[in-house]
């Protein structure tokens, strides 16, 4: 597991499945405009 990134860190290039079924690029959103990244550890898993 790597470690996190500081708070203020600019988030790495990724592309990720969502519910919609569409893949989303990091990159491809940002060209248009702010992206707000929100993270959920438990969601989904037992526990």
Not at 12 to 35: E, I
Request: aromatic residues 8%; hydrophobic residues 35%.
């Amino acid at each position: 597991m790597s470690e996190p990134l500081p708070i203020g860190s600019k988030a790495p290039s990724f592309t990720a499945p969502a519910s919609d079924g569409q893949t989303y690029s990091l990159g491809a959103l940002l060209k248009k405009g702010p992206v707000a990244l929100v993270f959920y550890p438990g969601n989904n898993t037992p526990g």
